[in-house]
C-alpha cells in the first residue's frame, strides 16, 4: 500500500492537488465576502439555508475550477513538452495562472458591488455595460468603486497560490527528466484519471441528466441564498455563451397555441371604444377612439413634455411615505397632478423604459437590447412618430452621449426629429467624469429648446435625467442640504435629491414661460434599484416607480392618487388619451385613465441582464415564471413593502396569472419575428387608409 502511495504521489500531481485546492479556497472566499458585505440581504434567511448555499455554491466553484485545470491536465499529458518536463515549462504554467486566474480572483471579489447595485450575480448587463463604451464604464468603476483595494487582494491572494506551487515544485525536484517508462507507467495513467474526473468536474458533478445550470442554485424560498449558491464567473460565461438570448423565443413560443395567446392577448389590451383593423397580420393594430374616461382637461394641452428621471425609485418618494426628504420638489408637483403608486418599470436598465414608454413595446426574455438589435430596426407606432403625424415638432434632450444604447439611431427611426446630447452644451455648469453633463444643464437646455420650437407650433420634448447615477459626481457645492442616513444609501439619497432639485429649477424656470400652462408634463422614473433584500424570484422594488401626470391648464385633478397597477406600456396610449389623438397605434399598453372601476390593472415586468424571470402583476398579486422554475404567486404590499408567497388555494389563480403571462410575451415575440410590431399608415390597408369596415369594436 505504500509503495502504491509512493508511486501515484508524484510532484506534478501535488502540484495539480494543490492548485486544486488553492483555486477552490479563492472561489469559497469570494462567495464569502459577497455574502459579508450584503450582510443585510441575509436578514430572515435562517443559518441552515446560508450555509447551504455556501455548499451548494461549491458544485458551481467545482465547475469553474474544471474548466480552468483541464488545459493544465491536458497539457501535463503531453510527452516531452508537458508543463512538468523542464524549466520553460514551469514558466509557462506560471504565467497560464497569472493570466487566467487573476482576472477569475479579480472579479471575483469585484462582484460584490456590482451584486449590491443590481441584486444579482454578473449577467449579461455587465457585458453591455463594457460593449456599449467601455471608455465610459471604465470611468465610473474608477471613480465610484474600490478598485485599489480589490486588485491588492487579488494580488495577496494570487502571491498565496504562487508560493504553494513554487515551493512545491522545488521541493519535490522538479523539473524531471522524461522516460518514456515513467511516462507510461505513472503520468500517462493517473494524468487520464485527472483529466476525466476534472470532464465530470465540469458537469458540476457525477450527476445524470444535464450539466449544471443556473436553475439549481434555487433550492430556497429565499432568493439571496439563491443567489449566494451561484459562482459569478459561470454565470458571466453563461451570459456571453447565450448573448442575445434565445432571439426565437422558443421556450415561450411553445407555451400554448398562437390563436390562442393572441385572443387572450388582445383580451388583455383591448379597451371599450377601441377598434381594432382586421384586415392585416398586426396583432393589436387598433385605434384607440375618443371618448370620456376618468380624466378629460376642460382645454387640450397643446404640447407634451415627458421628463424620464434616472433611477427615480417610488421607495424613496416622500409623498409615498419615505421619511429621507429627498423628493421635495416632486412631493409639492405631486399635489398639484395624478400620481400612480403603483407603476412599475419594464426592466432595470434605461433601456428598456426608453423603448417601453416612446413605443409601448414590453420588455421580453432574449429581448432586452431591442434598440441595438437588428429588430429593434422595423418601425413602431411610437410616441414621437405618431405626434408627428399630428402637427407636432419632436426634440430629444438628454446629458450624455446618444451612441450609448443607440439612442439616437434607434429614435432617429421612430419619428424624433431634434437631439440634444452632450455635445451640444457649449457653456455647461457641471460636467462630471463619466457620463456627462449635470441634470440642471440638461434641464434648462430642454427650456430653450422648447422656447425655440414652440415658436412654431405644438412641441414633444422627451427630456431624460442622468445625474443620479453612480459614481453620484454632483456639482459642489451641493444646492441643498446633503441628505444623512444609512452609509451604504447616502451617495444614492444625495443623487436622488439633486436630480429633484434640478428638476424643480426647471419648473420654476418654466412656469414663467407662455406655453407652461398649455403643456402636458408626464414624470416618471426609467427604473427603480435593488436596497433590501429580495423577498421573492423577482424583486419588485427594482421596478416600483412612480408616475405623475401634471397640467397646470386645468387644476381640478389636483392631488389624486391612483392605485391602479401600470407600467412604462401604459404611458403611450395614456397619453394619446388626454391628447384626444385617435391615431392608429399597435400598442401593449392600456389607456390607465380608461380602466373599468372593477379593474386592478395589471403590468408585465422582466429584470435586465438576461435574467430569466418574468413576472406578471395584478392587483395586489404577482406570479414570477422563468424556464426551468415551477412558477411561484405573491401577495404584495407596498406600503409597506412585504411579499409573501401564496401557498393554498392558489391553483385557479396561478393558472390564470401564467396564461396571461405566456400568451403576452408569446405574442410579442412573435411579433417581433414576423416584424409587425407597428406599421407605416401606407401599408395599413390598399389606399393607405383605413375604412369602418375593417373595424371591430371591442367593447
Not at 497569472?98 to 450575480?121: C, K, M, N, Q
Request: net charge positive; charged share 20%.
Amino acid at each position: 500500500m505504500r509503495k502504491a502511495l509512493k508511486r501515484l504521489v508524484r510532484p506534478e500531481f501535488i502540484c495539480m492537488g494543490l492548485l486544486f485546492i488553492g483555486i477552490m479556497m479563492a472561489g469559497s472566499f469570494c462567495r464569502l465576502w459577497l455574502f459579508l458585505s450584503n450582510l443585510a440581504m441575509a436578514e430572515g434567511i435562517p443559518s441552515t439555508v446560508i450555509l447551504k448555499s455556501l455548499l451548494v455554491g461549491m458544485r458551481f466553484d467545482l465547475l469553474l475550477v474544471s474548466y480552468i485545470m483541464l488545459p493544465v491536465a491536458v497539457w501535463q499529458l503531453v510527452p516531452k513538452i508537458g508543463w512538468q518536463y523542464g524549466k520553460s515549462g514551469i514558466r509557462f504554467l506560471f504565467a497560464f495562472l497569472l493570466t487566467v486566474l487573476s482576472p477569475v480572483i479579480f472579479f471575483g471579489i469585484a462582484e460584490a458591488e456590482f451584486y449590491r447595485e443590481f441584486h444579482d450575480r454578473f449577467n449579461q448587463l455587465a457585458i453591455q455595460y463594457v460593449l456599449d463604451q467601455p471608455g465610459t464604464v471604465i470611468k465610473m468603476v474608477w471613480h465610484g468603486y474600490p478598485v485599489i483595494r480589490y486588485l491588492i487582494a487579488t494580488v495577496i491572494l494570487m502571491a498565496g497560490i504562487w508560493w504553494l506551487l513554487k515551493k512545491v515544485l522545488l521541493v519535490k525536484g522538479l523539473p524531471v527528466e522524461f522516460s518514456w517508462k515513467r511516462y507510461f507507467g505513472k503520468s500517462l495513467p493517473f494524468g487520464l484519471v485527472v483529466t476525466a474526473l476534472l470532464v465530470f468536474g465540469a458537469r458540476g458533478g457525477f450527476q445524470t441528466g444535464p450539466p449544471l445550470r443556473w436553475g439549481d442554485a434555487y433550492f430556497s424560498k429565499h432568493t439571496y441564498a439563491n443567489h449566494l449558491a451561484l459562482n459569478g464567473i459561470f454565470t458571466l460565461a453563461k451570459a456571453t455563451q447565450n448573448w442575445g438570448g434565445d432571439k426565437s423565443g422558443h421556450y415561450w413560443l411553445a407555451r400554448l397555441p398562437q390563436g390562442e395567446a393572441l385572443k387572450i392577448t388582445r383580451e388583455m389590451v383591448l379597451q371599450t371604444g377601441n377598434r381594432l383593423l382586421l384586415r392585416r397580420d398586426y396583432p393589436l393594430l387598433k385605434k384607440p377612439g375618443i371618448c370620456d374616461s376618468g380624466v378629460s382637461f376642460i382645454t387640450l394641452p397643446q404640447n407634451l413634455v415627458l421628463i424620464q428621471m434616472e433611477s427615480l425609485s417610488a421607495q424613496f418618494i416622500g409623498v409615498l411615505g419615505n421619511a429621507y426628504g429627498a423628493t421635495p420638489v416632486f412631493d409639492q408637483l405631486a399635489k398639484q397632478g395624478i400620481l400612480f403608486d403603483h407603476f412599475f418599470s419594464q426592466g432595470t436598465h434605461t433601456h428598456q423604459a426608453l423603448f417601453a414608454s416612446l413605443c409601448s413595446f414590453p420588455n421580453l426574455p432574449g429581448h432586452e437590447y431591442l434598440m441595438q438589435d437588428i429588430q429593434g430596426q422595423q418601425p413602431f407606432r411610437s410616441l414621437p412618430k405618431v405626434l408627428r403625424e399630428n402637427g407636432f415638432d419632436t426634440s430629444y434632450v438628454y446629458n450624455g452621449s446618444f451612441r450609448w444604447d443607440n439612442q439616437e439611431g434607434f429614435f432617429r427611426h421612430q419619428g424624433m426629429k431634434h437631439f440634444v446630447g452632450i455635445k451640444d452644451y457649449q457653456q455647461a455648469k457641471f460636467t462630471d467624469a463619466t457620463w456627462g453633463v449635470s441634470d440642471e444643464d440638461m434641464f434648462l437646455r430642454g427650456i430653450t429648446e422648447i422656447d425655440h420650437l414652440t415658436e412654431k407650433g405644438p412641441v414633444f420634448a422627451f427630456l431624460q435625467s442622468l445625474s443620479n447615477h453612480a459614481p453620484y459626481e454632483l456639482p459642489p457645492p451641493a444646492p441643498f442640504k446633503e441628505i444623512t442616513g444609512p452609509s451604504s444609501l447616502i451617495p444614492r439619497l444625495n443623487g436622488l435629491r439633486y436630480a429633484d432639485w434640478a428638476l424643480g429649477r426647471f419648473f420654476d424656470v418654466a412656469a414663467k414661460k407662455p406655453w407652461f400652462k398649455r403643456t402636458l408634463f408626464i414624470i416618471y422614473g426609467d427604473h427603480a434599484f435593488a436596497f433590501q433584500r429580495p423577498k421573492a424570484l423577482l424583486d419588485l422594488t427594482r421596478h416600483h416607480i412612480p408616475l405623475l401626470v401634471y397640467y397646470p391648464g386645468d387644476t381640478r385633478f389636483a392631488g389624486q392618487v391612483t392605485h391602479a397597477v401600470g407600467s412604462e406600456v401604459d404611458i403611450l396610449p395614456t397619453i394619446l388619451g388626454l391628447l384626444k389623438i385617435d391615431a392608429p397605434i399597435q400598442s401593449w399598453g392600456r389607456d390607465l385613465f380608461r380602466l373599468h372601476p372593477d379593474d386592478p390593472g395589471w403590468a408585465l415586468i422582466k429584470p435586465s441582464g438576461g435574467e430569466p424571470t418574468v413576472a406578471f402583476i395584478k392587483g395586489d398579486k404577482f406570479l414570477v415564471e422563468a424556464p426551468g422554475i415551477k412558477p411561484v404567486l405573491y401577495h404584495y404590499s407596498l406600503y409597506p413593502w412585504d411579499v409573501q408567497p401564496i401557498t393554498e388555494g392558489n391553483d385557479d389563480l396561478c393558472k390564470e396569472y401564467k396564461l396571461a403571462l405566456e400568451s403576452y410575451v408569446e405574442t410579442g415575440i412573435d411579433a417581433l419575428n414576423r416584424k409587425v410590431t407597428g406599421y407605416e399608415l401606407n401599408v395599413s390597408c390598399s389606399d393607405g387608409k383605413i375604412h369602418p369596415q375593417d373595424m371591430e369594436d371591442h367593447e
